[in-house]
């Protein structure tokens, strides 16, 4: 069957420190990999999108990687606030089923100063 | 629209009652997408649009869900004969297209007593 696995135990982490997310996946074949970020109450917020032929994305403190051979991505928070404490989902687009965004369950991080 | 709206924010109904949940996309954006997301739990695939097709309505957990979409934009997805199952938050995201970044709403909290 087709999963898409993030880390279900909350992530702690102190302030400054680097967050590493995963996300396995397995019977997938996806063309893109997205993170979001979630806080309570709200919706999903995009924060990056990485193709299937790129290895690695970085945007300001985040940074994400893609391994189709491995079938994971990281996602890092660098210098972690704080602020960014949330729910952060791995979402996949899939080559066979276009438009059906997959998410994850989601890896809860939280930053103590 | 700044953002995408859903309408109402909040819905208790009864058990049995048919239920109608409103989102409005962003201006433009060709792709919309139903999910829902229970207590703790990741969001879970209802049905994307492109236009006014529904290319996958994989998703819809049984007959008693439908939805549609009118004029590419406004899009409703109705709950006929709630069941206490149905309890969740019900979150719409729209995008420019289907393979990018989805905007999201801030989901309706659907209670069925």
């Known amino acids: 069957s087709q999963k898409i696995e993030q880390n279900s135990e909350a992530l702690n982490i102190q302030e400054g420190k680097t967050a590493t997310l995963t996300c396995n996946y397995t019977?997938?074949?996806?063309?893109?990999l997205q993170w979001y970020r979630q806080d309570p109450g709200r919706g999903p917020v995009f924060l990056l999108l990485?193709?299937?032929?790129?290895k690695e994305k970085r945007k300001e403190r985040l940074k994400v990687t893609f391994d189709t051979t491995l079938k994971q991505s990281l996602f890092h928070i660098t210098a972690s606030q704080p602020a960014d404490s949330a729910t952060y989902l791995c979402?996949?687009?899939?080559?066979?089923?276009?438009?059906?965004?997959?998410f994850g369950a989601g890896t809860q991080v939280v930053v103590t100063p | 629209g700044a953002g995408v709206s859903q309408s109402p924010s909040n819905k208790v109904t009864e058990k049995g009652k048919d239920v109608e949940l409103r989102c409005d996309p962003i201006?433009?954006?060709?792709?919309l997408y139903w999910y829902r997301q229970s207590l703790g739990q990741g969001l879970e695939f209802l049905i994307y649009?492109?236009?006014?097709?529904?290319?996958?309505k994989s998703g819809l957990p049984s007959d008693r869900f439908s939805a549609e979409r009118t004029g590419g934009s406004v899009s409703t997805l109705t709950i006929q004969r709630t069941q206490q199952e149905d309890s969740a938050v019900y979150l719409c995201?729209?995008?420019?297209?289907?393979?990018?970044?989805?905007?999201f709403g801030q989901g309706t909290r659907l209670t069925v007593v």
């Open positions: 201006s433009g954006h060709t792709a």
């Open positions: 979402a996949l687009i899939l080559t066979d089923s276009w438009g059906k965004l997959q």
């Open positions: 649009f492109q236009g006014n097709s529904a290319p996958d």
């Open positions: 990485i193709r299937e032929n790129e």
């Open positions: 995201a729209s995008s420019t297209d289907r393979e990018e970044k989805a905007f």
């Open positions: 019977n997938y074949s996806p063309a893109y």
